[in-house]
């Protein structure tokens, strides 16, 4: 059984897949296996990955998002660890060497990340401070932003048992909502070192074609209100994020005279405000 599964979801992104298989069959550390779930691409992706052989278990599936491509991944693994690669990512030669020594290192933190380097529109670029990777109890930090970038994660697999898989309902913010999931009851590691290089910019990303994150963000957080689980101070703080939330997508929708969208988020901010959860209807804001 390898140390790591190396989970890597891809969608017409051929070459920009080769490198990041590169950068992991460069890798210092061996014992590992790698998974590509090829969710429906048509750019002869396949073609592309068979040129690795048997290095690469491969798997190819109609298009269903990158939640199901990671999910399919993780279920066919077999290793202890999972750690996630998106397939315009690299990783640095000495990436899952670190994670290992980290591990062994940290047996009882579950989950852990690395530091980055940015680079946006080719060009490297600083990270603000709000987005500077964080270690220990994350939970209110990440109601803001999704404080943990997939590539750089190393999960037990054991935390897919516990917290559930990627949410296949969205469409984006697919990380966010899993991390808000886990961060309340997991102390979150963090290598101090820069070992993955994250490319954005391009206009196959996500967040090109929803221009409404904040939706997403929001179903997350009603979800999670939705549980027994969380603990008093960490209820309080979820409550009023999704109230600021609601509040600025409300606004959004009537700037744009969007009457019924206003209507929908005005029900909401009445059933968050009384603390009714059950009767939110999350879906809905996956239609905005």
């Known amino acids: 059984m390898p140390f790591f599964s190396v989970i890597i979801p891809s969608f017409n992104r051929r070459e920009m897949l080769k ?8 890798q210092s550390f061996r014992d590992y296996e790698v998974i590509v779930v090829d969710d429906g691409s048509d750019d002869s992706t396949d073609e592309m990955v068979a040129e690795y052989g048997k290095n690469i278990k491969y798997l190819k599936q109609e298009n269903s998002g990158v939640s199901s491509a990671r999910n399919r991944g993780i279920r066919k693994s077999m290793s202890p660890y999972i750690a996630l690669l998106d397939s315009d ?21 579950k989950i852990h990340q690395c530091e980055d380097i940015w680079i946006r529109a080719g060009k490297r670029v600083n990270p603000g401070r709000k987005h500077l990777k964080k270690e220990g109890w994350i939970f209110p930090e990440s109601l803001s932003l999704c404080m943990i970038s997939p590539s750089s994660a190393v999960l037990s697999r054991e935390l897919f048992d516990k917290y559930g898989f990627f ?63 969380l603990k008093k101070e960490y209820k309080e ?16 929708a009537l700037k744009r005279n969007n009457v019924i969208i206003s209507e929908t988020l005005e029900q909401i901010i009445i059933s968050l405000h009384v603390e009714d959860y059950k009767r939110i209807n999350s879906r809905s804001l996956l239609e905005i």
């Open 237 to 252: 703080i979820a409550l009023a994020a999704a109230i600021e939330k609601a509040c600025i997508i409300k606004t959004g």
């Open 89 to 109: 990512d690299l990783w640095h030669k000495e990436k899952l060497m670190r994670d290992a020594e980290f591990i062994k290192k940290n047996p009882g933190i």
């Open 167 to 229: 949410d296949e309902n969205l469409h984006a913010c697919e990380d966010y909502d899993l991390w808000l999931r886990i961060t309340p009851f997991e102390y979150i590691g963090l290598i101090k070192e820069k070992l993955i290089t994250r490319f954005s910019g391009h206009n196959d990303q996500l967040s090109f074609h929803y221009k409404v994150m904040d939706k997403f963000r929001l179903y997350s957080i009603i979800e999670l209100l939705k549980k027994e689980s």
């Open 19 to 26: 490198s990041a298989l590169d950068s992991v069959s460069h």
